[in-house]
């Protein structure tokens, strides 16, 4: 398939008039081509337009309907072969082996949604009959279900070209809802993000579903981006990225006359206790874990692990010093774009240059561009409590350990910390009670919680929840991955007396979908 440079707005391959973006190799520097010219205002408003007129029809479509849908775009994007592949290392300087995965959990996901749109469940159907002779107060007949929340704007992330990106999480969700999806291209990987916009394309026009359901737009700027929120018939967002990007979005969603939910991903360091007793049996097998995680990817990961704590004395200073032979060890990788790299470097520059901080050790310096050179840097627990500044989030292979005197400062530390993705807790059997201390205040900070394992590396099921707190997430609520992401992009509504042959197909009596219910407070299977 040959890249064409432009917009896709429903069925039409549009060109842009607004300033080019062109991806960058980021292991070597070299522009790549085709431009992408950014969308003008006419071009934001036919493709919101169209989400809006597709809307009504697409969300009452039939669940095997949609669900086929969402198999039809993994079949279409695993038909890309090779092209795909090399297009996305071409922009982000991932290796294949990486993208491949990255293309299976994409696909993966896609077939997770298919199959949860089938089972039907999260329509939450709720019939309570009317009981006329009731006394002292007859009840009338009232049935609940969920509907899709509208057409949907989703932000194409850096670090995941394909998971997170144009057919990814946020996107699979809100179509699995029954949301039509407006998505703003990363400017990263634009290529792969065209590539993988005509599969979608297909998809649509295979199942014959109104051309509106889906469109992919490009801008270089932030202007798209904030047309997209503001535009009123948008009625939710789904973004990963920066705290900055996410809070600006969330800013505008708020301004509007109708205010709208940003499901934005931001912000985590992701803290790990390594528990008095696991730390002294084994902490040399902990460390190289450790390790292992933080350089995964280069670090650019919102799971990598970025903060340890442990209580001060020699296990924790046995640990550090193997974490440091291994990082020293750790060769440099390319990271995804010069601007992250930039990013990485600054904020780098900035953790080693804090009076309260001890560098331990740096891995290989890199001989290409845009090199990740890991870090790990020590401080105690009362000069993070006192400084803020020292839970900033490192975006790359970067981690600050904090030595606390006892597992109550571990505690207070614990307390102190924002709100995060992930919490870690490396423990034996010996550290259950200490343990137990600290789960409360972890289940308070965190979306997920480890048990000796690494917050690297995100299960697409039932159960993840991938989000937390402000400021890793806008709303705790929430998770952007597992089959539970379906429900940021859905509102119940109830039915009132309406004729059977007034109400939608899921609230009838002899439920056609065959979908588990609530009647009169009892579950059907």
């Not at 934005?264 to 049996?281: D, K, Q, R, T, Y």
């Amino acid at each position: 398939m040959t890249l064409e440079g432009k917009s896709l707005i429903g069925q039409q391959t549009v060109a842009g008039s607004g300033e080019p973006l062109h991806a960058v190799d980021p292991s070597s520097g070299e522009r790549l081509a085709p431009a992408y010219p950014g969308v003008d205002n006419s071009q934001i408003e036919r493709a919101c337009a169209l989400a809006a007129e597709a809307f009504d029809g697409y969300r009452e479509t039939s669940l095997e309907a949609r669900a086929a849908f969402l198999e039809r775009i993994a079949d279409e994007i695993e038909g890309l072969g090779d092209a795909l592949i090399e297009r996305g290392m071409a922009e982000s300087g991932l290796p294949q082996a990486r993208l491949e995965g990255e293309r299976g959990r994409t696909c993966g996901q896609l077939r997770l949604f298919a199959s949860e749109v089938r089972r039907g469940e999260w329509l939450d159907v709720r019939i309570d009959p009317a009981l006329p002779e009731r006394a002292p107060m007859p009840r009338v007949d009232l049935r609940q279900r969920h509907i899709a929340l509208g057409p949907v704007a989703v932000f194409g992330a850096s670090n995941f070209p394909l998971a997170f990106s144009v057919a990814g999480g946020d996107t699979a969700s809100a179509l699995a809802a029954g949301c039509p999806v407006v998505v703003k291209a990363h400017p990263a990987h634009p290529g792969t993000s065209e590539l993988v916009g005509r599969a979608i394309q297909a998809a649509v026009a295979h199942c014959q579903l109104p051309e509106g359901v889906f469109s992919l737009l490009f801008g270089a700027g932030n202007e798209l981006g904030q047309a997209l929120v503001k535009d009123e018939r948008i009625k939710a967002v789904g973004f990963t990225g920066s705290r900055r990007g996410g809070q600006a979005l969330a800013a505008i969603a708020q301004a509007r006359p109708e205010p709208i939910p940003v499901y934005a991903e931001m912000s985590s360091i992701n803290p790990v206790f390594l528990m008095p007793a696991a730390l002294g049996e084994r902490g040399q097998a902990i460390a190289e874990g450790f390790v292992g995680s933080l350089n995964m990817g280069a670090g650019q990961f919102c799971t990598n692990p970025g903060l340890l704590l442990g209580l001060a004395g020699a296990p924790l200073d046995a640990f550090i010093s193997a974490a440091g032979q291994a990082l020293e060890q750790s060769a440099a990788q390319t990271m995804l774009t010069p601007g992250i790299h930039a990013a990485y470097q600054q904020s780098v520059e900035t953790l080693a240059g804090h009076p309260k901080v001890r560098e331990v050790a740096r891995g290989q310096a890199g001989d290409g561009q845009h090199q990740c050179q890991p870090g790990l840097y020590v401080t105690e627990a009362a000069d993070l409590l006192a400084d803020e500044a020292l839970q900033a989030e490192v975006f790359g292979a970067a981690a600050l350990v904090v030595a606390c005197a006892d597992v109550s400062e571990m505690q207070a530390v614990a307390e102190a910390l924002e709100g995060q993705l992930t919490a870690t807790l490396q423990m034996d059997d010996a550290d259950l009670d200490a343990a137990r201390r600290l789960l409360p205040t972890l289940e308070r900070r965190a979306g997920r919680i480890l048990v000796n394992g690494w917050p690297t590396g995100v299960e697409v099921c039932h159960a993840m929840v991938h989000g937390g707190p402000y400021p890793a997430t806008t709303d705790a609520r929430t998770t952007s991955v597992g089959a539970a992401a379906i429900q940021r992009f859905l509102r119940p509504v109830c039915y009132q007396n309406l004729p059977q042959g007034l109400l939608p197909e899921a609230l009838h009596d002899d439920n056609p979908y065959a979908v588990s219910r609530l009647m009169d407070g009892k579950r059907e299977a």
